[in-house]
């Protein structure tokens, strides 16, 4: 019981040093642009990245399936899997913003710039976009702590309090596995 409980504390303290270096990450990322060596190009990866948050999603629906018919080894390979595929979408997602230029919703000239007549041709959708985006953005960066902790509540044996934290967890997490594809495909007419 104290070894578990030391291996708890352990992992609760690396989650909170891996959720900090990646909020310091997210939040360079807009701000530092690393250049890319010539002829290189990372303009494939929005569309990589809505892939692995839409199969996110999938793996996500399976381990609820999973788990409400008590198969709890495929729950167990369904959760690696989602967390394997966040990993691999949030290296990816923080090597493009620190090397791409920002693309702005509305920006049909790709200028960097919104002008007045752009603004005007998306109208309200950009409000839409937004909001969407802000949600997203939000909730992830929320969410990402507790889906460690959810994790390692299951990982160390103490079921009940996983059951707890995932009922709430699981609906945050699908819905910022949904909303990446859907504010990608948003987005897509203005990319470069």
């Known amino acids: 019981m104290e070894q578990n409980l030391q291996l708890t504390k352990r992992l609760n303290t690396a989650a909170w040093i891996l959720t900090g ?9 807009r701000r530092v642009k690393i250049p890319l060596p010539e002829n290189w190009d990372f303009s494939f990866l929005p569309p990589f990245h809505a892939t692995v948050n839409a199969l996110t999603a999938v793996v996500l629906l399976a381990a609820f399936y999973f788990i409400k018919q008590k198969n709890i080894k495929a729950h ?5 899997l989602a967390i394997g595929l966040s ?13 791409t230029p920002e ?28 909001v969407l985006l802000l949600t997203h953005i939000v909730l992830a960066a929320l969410i990402f ?24 967890v ?23």
Request: net charge positive; glycine share 6%; hydrophobic share 50%.
């Open 21 to 29: 270096a990646v909020l310091l990450l997210v939040g360079l990322m």
């Open 76 to 80: 167990r390979r369904a959760i690696y």
């Open 87 to 99: 990993v691999l979408f949030l290296l990816s997602y923080v090597a493009y913003h620190f090397t």
């Open 103 to 130: 693309t702005l919703y509305g920006d049909l000239d790709h200028d960097g710039v919104l002008s007045p007549e752009e603004l005007a041709a998306v109208g309200s959708s950009r409000t839409w976009y937004l």
């Open 145 to 168: 702590p507790f889906i460690l902790f959810t994790f390692i509540r299951a990982y160390t044996g103490q079921y009940e309090r996983h059951r707890k934290m995932a009922r709430w």
């Open 170 to 192: 699981f609906p945050i997490w699908l819905y910022v596995a949904i909303t990446g594809p859907v504010a990608y495909y948003m987005l897509m007419p203005y990319y470069p």
